[in-house]
């Protein structure tokens, strides 16, 4: 990172890969031309408190909402206790650790406005998951709820360097701390390429990455996927099940509402139940959630009032057409999909409104551009299957990763999704690069195994993996979640096989089904398909199913 820095600690930008080895970034409209100088905390929470957003609701609290200006005031004292307190200093990594809750909310711009660099974790990581987090950003700060404590604790005394951690919440010492300290804060006055926050991917490949993005990027994925895919209005409430560490997560709940001066509910334990009452009782208006919850919610949609909702976003895992039809057929809403990544931060494929395609993903979001490459990274034509590859206002830079190889190349970021583009523009799943089955000299992808089974009433959900065969190479494996009711037997093996058979090419049917009582998943709900792979790589019994 050249020119003018706030970080005192320059481990963040000393670490980022070399600038050659960065993607292309691209800032070809006009609301990305950001000054040189930008804390997103400053963009998102104190010029929203100065100005005419600054008594509107913003966080919805469980002992009432706060507004814009009672977000900023308590921001202002946790970066004081930061930085008065615990010695922080701009550029310091701190671990925020906590369920969505408000006071999570407020901690994470407390760090920024401190000039800290925000490194977000998910609640229900162990301390061996938190060790490896850890040491890879060289935390030095830690803010956790004092219910999840003792994990942290375990790591702080193997990491000297972990030198600072103070808790929140019942039986906390943050809050009055804050208490102690009087009202206001200088935000730092960072540089628009200062890291703000290092995201860790959630590990469905198994060791995790840290993605470091700046202040820049931060408002750069609300310019583009929320101005132009959502429209945000003031009067929108947000809500959705994603935790605040996933980037997915942030972005919906809390830099989009932000960005345009609505507002947010956070929901601590996410589930359909807590879900549909915060939909009903907070009239919430836009919702953010995985593929896997709308299904789930399908059958409870006349449980609680939805009038209110106007808008629906669902990424993390490809969207089955026939949820997405479901979906508008319950409740007349047509979901927006998307595909985003940690390493970009947000969505940059999506569709909204008369634009959507049920099963298709859509098209790069305005301020991004995408293409089909093959493997020497031309571009392929229209329906040829082939590397999904994208640049923007946003990209992959990892934290001290050789990796970052792996993910960037001749400037685009190449995401590890296998996808085809129509005529028209539209991108098409095909399948993680990794889940693409041979089987007999045939590619089948198995997304598209998984969409077909889908539609059969008795599944909830379903993973397809290559099962290895010592005639075909690999086979199709469907390992399936059944809806309540129904009995996985040889017969509805049988009756599953043929249902794939009427709705894609007989050849890609499952040759072997398993029915288990859940799939392997991450913190933020994602199927872990490469568990079930290795199962099968060392010999797992194929159940069910014909030869």
């Not at 800032?27 to 990305?32: A, Q």
């Not at 000054?35 to 010029?47: K, M, R, S, T, V």
């Not at 628009?192 to 926050?197: F, Q, S």
Request: glycine residues 10%; hydrophobic residues 40%.
């Amino acid at each position: 990172m050249e020119g003018y820095s706030a970080h005192l600690d320059t481990f963040a930008r000393d670490n980022l890969p070399p600038r050659e080895a960065w993607p292309e970034f691209v800032f070809d409209l006009p609301e990305l031309r950001y000054p040189e100088h930008l804390n997103a905390a400053a963009a998102l929470l104190d010029d929203m408190a100065a100005g005419e957003a600054g008594e509107r609701a913003c966080v919805h609290a469980p002992d009432g909402a706060w507004s814009y200006r009672d977000l900023r005031e308590r921001a202002d004292r946790v970066a004081r206790v930061l930085t008065e307190d615990m010695g922080l200093v701009p550029g310091n990594r701190v671990l925020l650790r906590a369920a969505n809750i408000p006071m999570l909310i407020a901690a994470w711009f407390g760090v920024l406005k401190a000039g800290g660099v925000v490194v977000a974790t998910m609640p229900m990581l162990r301390a061996a998951e938190l060790d490896k987090i850890v040491l890879k950003a060289r935390v030095s700060h830690a803010l956790t709820d004092a219910r999840l404590a003792e994990p942290l604790e375990a790591v702080g005394a193997q990491r000297p360097f972990l030198s600072s951690v103070m808790t929140f919440g019942p039986g906390g010492e943050l809050e009055e701390r804050m208490r102690e300290k009087g009202p206001g804060f200088d935000t730092v006055e960072t540089a628009a390429e200062d890291i703000a926050l290092i995201a860790f991917t959630s590990g469905t490949t198994g060791e995790p990455k840290g993605c470091m993005h700046s202040h820049r990027d931060v408002l750069a994925v609300c310019d583009t996927f929320a101005r132009h895919m959502l429209d945000p209005e003031p009067d929108e409430v947000f809500t959705g099940t994603p935790p605040l560490a996933f980037t997915y997560g942030l972005g919906g709940l809390v830099l989009f509402p932000m960005r345009f001066g609505a507002s947010t509910v956070p929901i601590e334990q996410p589930g359909p139940e807590a879900l549909l009452k915060a939909i009903e009782e907070h009239r919430i208006t836009t919702v953010f959630t995985a593929p896997t919850a709308y299904r789930a919610l399908l059958d409870r949609v006349g449980e609680a009032e939805l009038s209110s909702l106007r808008k629906c976003v669902s990424a993390g895992e490809t969207l089955p057409r026939a949820t997405s039809d479901a979906w508008f057929e319950r409740t007349g809403i047509r979901i927006v999909d998307g595909i985003g990544s940690t390493e970009m931060l947000h969505i940059f494929i999506s569709a909204a409104g008369e634009e959507i395609r049920p099963g298709s993903t859509g098209k790069p979001v305005p301020g991004y551009h995408a293409m089909i490459a093959g493997d020497d990274m031309s571009p392929l034509p229209p329906g040829e299957v082939g590397r999904l590859a994208v640049r923007g206002p946003t990209g992959c830079r990892y934290l001290a990763d050789p990796r970052q190889a792996d993910y960037v190349m001749d400037g685009w970021n190449v995401t590890g999704d296998a996808y085809k583009v129509d005529d028209d523009g539209y991108f098409w799943f095909q399948a993680r690069t990794d889940d693409m089955i041979v089987s007999a000299g045939y590619n089948i992808a198995g997304p598209e195994v998984e969409a077909a089974l889908m539609g059969h009433e008795a599944v909830g959900e379903c993973a397809v993996v290559a099962s290895p065969h010592e005639e075909r190479g690999n086979v199709v494996k469907a390992f399936v979640v059944l809806r309540g009711g129904f009995e996985g037997d040889a017969a509805l093996v049988e009756e599953l096989q043929d249902f794939v058979k009427g709705r894609i090419a007989p050849y890609k049917y499952p040759r072997r089904i398993e029915f288990t009582d859940e799939l392997p998943k991450t913190q933020t709900g994602k199927i872990q398909r490469f568990k079930l792979r290795e199962r099968e790589m060392q010999g797992a019994g194929a159940l069910g199913g014909r030869p």
